[in-house]
C-alpha cells in the first residue's frame, strides 16, 4: 500500500522554528517529485514547495520563499520541510503530496497520493 | 502569489451538468496545459479527477470532464450525484516552476 505519513506538527510560537518530515512507503520513493501543500482551517489549498527527485529542482510559494527548506532522503524515503521565522498566518494542516506519474510533466501540481497532514499552529 | 479565481459555490439538482470554472493568467493556465482538478470531502484528503487539463486518473467517472480556453480552464459534472457534493479546486503550473490553486467551489447538490 502506497502511504505517507507526516509527523512534526504542534504549537509554536511566532519567529521560532520546526522541521516537518514525511514518511513515504510502498513505492520507489526516489524516482517521485514531492510536495509540500497546506491548508489553513476552514480555508482552501495552497501550494508550499515541490522538489524533483534526486533533490536538484526546488521550487517555493512567495509566501513561504527564504524562511522555508525542502529536502530529501532517498535513502530513508523521506520528505522534509524545515521551516523558520515561522507566522501567524503559517498556522495550517501541511499535508505531503507525491506527484503523479501519468501527468506529461513533474512538478507541475498534479498529485495523485497524499499524506494524512500534520497541524502547524503558530501562536503567541 | 494570487490564486486563481473560481466562484464560491456552484449548485444542480441531480441528473443536471454543472460546471466550474477557473481562471487564471497568462501566466499560468493560458501558457502550460498543466491544469489539474481535485474533489475534498469534509476532513479528508483532496483527490485528483483530472490533470493536464483534460485526463482522468484511472477510476475516475467519465462524468468529470475538464477544458480550456484561453487564461480560463473549466470542470464539468454531468449526471449530477449527491456523492458529488464537495468541494472542489483547480490548480495550475504557473511560470518559474511554481503551483498555483483556486479558492475552492462548494458544490451542492439540490
Known amino acids: 500500500e502506497v502511504t505517507l505519513v507526516e509527523s512534526g506538527g504542534g504549537l509554536v510560537k511566532p519567529g521560532e522554528s520546526l522541521r516537518l518530515s514525511c514518511a513515504a512507503s510502498?513505492?520507489?520513493?526516489?524516482?517521485?517529485?514531492m510536495n509540500w501543500v497546506r491548508q489553513a482551517p476552514g480555508e482552501g489549498l495552497e501550494w508550499v514547495s515541490s522538489?524533483?527527485?534526486?533533490?536538484?529542482?526546488?521550487y517555493y510559494a512567495d509566501s513561504v520563499k527564504g524562511r522555508f527548506t525542502i529536502s530529501r532522503d532517498n535513502a530513508k524515503n523521506l520528505l522534509y520541510l524545515q521551516m523558520s521565522s515561522v507566522r501567524v498566518e503559517d498556522t495550517a494542516l501541511y499535508y505531503c503530496?507525491?506527484?503523479?506519474?501519468?501527468?506529461?510533466?513533474?512538478?507541475?501540481?498534479?498529485?495523485?497520493?497524499w499524506g494524512q497532514g500534520t497541524m502547524i499552529t503558530v501562536s503567541s | 502569489q494570487t490564486a486563481l479565481t473560481q466562484p464560491a459555490s456552484v449548485s444542480g439538482s441531480p441528473g443536471q451538468s454543472i460546471t466550474i470554472s477557473c481562471v487564471g493568467t497568462?501566466?499560468?493556465?493560458?501558457?502550460?496545459?498543466?491544469v489539474s482538478w481535485y474533489k475534498q470531502n469534509p476532513d479528508q484528503a483532496p483527490r485528483l479527477i483530472i490533470y493536464?487539463?483534460?485526463s482522468r486518473p484511472s477510476g475516475v467517472s467519465n462524468r468529470f470532464s475538464g477544458s480550456k480556453s484561453g487564461n480560463t480552464a473549466s470542470l464539468t459534472i454531468s449526471g449530477l450525484q449527491a456523492e458529488d457534493e464537495a468541494d472542489y479546486y483547480c490548480?495550475?503550473?504557473?511560470?518559474?516552476?511554481?503551483?498555483?490553486f483556486g479558492g475552492g467551489t462548494k458544490v451542492t447538490v439540490l
Open positions: 497568462s501566466s499560468d493556465i493560458g501558457s502550460y496545459n498543466a
Open positions: 490548480c495550475s503550473h504557473r511560470s518559474g516552476g511554481t503551483v498555483v
Open positions: 510502498g513505492f520507489d520513493f526516489k524516482t517521485y517529485s
Open positions: 503530496a507525491r506527484d503523479f506519474e501519468g501527468s506529461i510533466n513533474s512538478q507541475v501540481g498534479a498529485i495523485d497520493i
Open positions: 522538489i524533483g527527485s534526486s533533490g536538484k529542482y526546488i
Open positions: 493536464d487539463v483534460y
